[in-house]
């Protein structure tokens, strides 16, 4: 396949935004070498994004920052999730692998 786009999933915030630049310029570093057109990194709202007005623990706890993003990358709307570490849920989820 020629001339592909890579999607990568990533929260609005500062922190998520900078380490997806981190990988979007990693990546963009072989496109000669995997014919890579163009590297786009797709901000996603997660359920903790959109709840400001409640505590994190009364609206579920786990996996708010991370849960909406997964499901994407599960249904293939994005190739590539990139998160801060303090986003993940100690649980991996199933047919995910993290690195």
């Known amino acids: ?3 592909k786009k890579i ?4 929260r609005g915030s500062k922190l998520a ?5 981190i990988v979007r310029k990693k990546i963009l570093h072989f ?7 163009n590297v786009e ?7 903790g994004d959109e709840i400001q007005n409640k505590r994190l ?12 993003i997964e499901k994407e990358l599960l249904e293939n709307k994005i190739h590539i999730a990139v998160h801060a570490l303090k986003d ?11 690195n």
Do not use: H, R, V, W
């Open 31 to 37: 496109k000669d070498q995997f014919q890579i057109k």
């Open 7 to 10: 999607i990568i999933g990533s």
């Open 41 to 47: 990194i797709k901000k996603i709202k997660t359920k």
């Open 57 to 68: 623990s009364e609206i579920g706890g786990k996996g708010l920052f991370s849960k909406k």
């Open 17 to 21: 935004l900078i380490y997806a630049q």
């Open 88 to 98: 993940m849920p100690s649980d991996e989820t199933e047919g995910l692998l993290t």
């Open 1 to 3: 396949m020629k001339n």
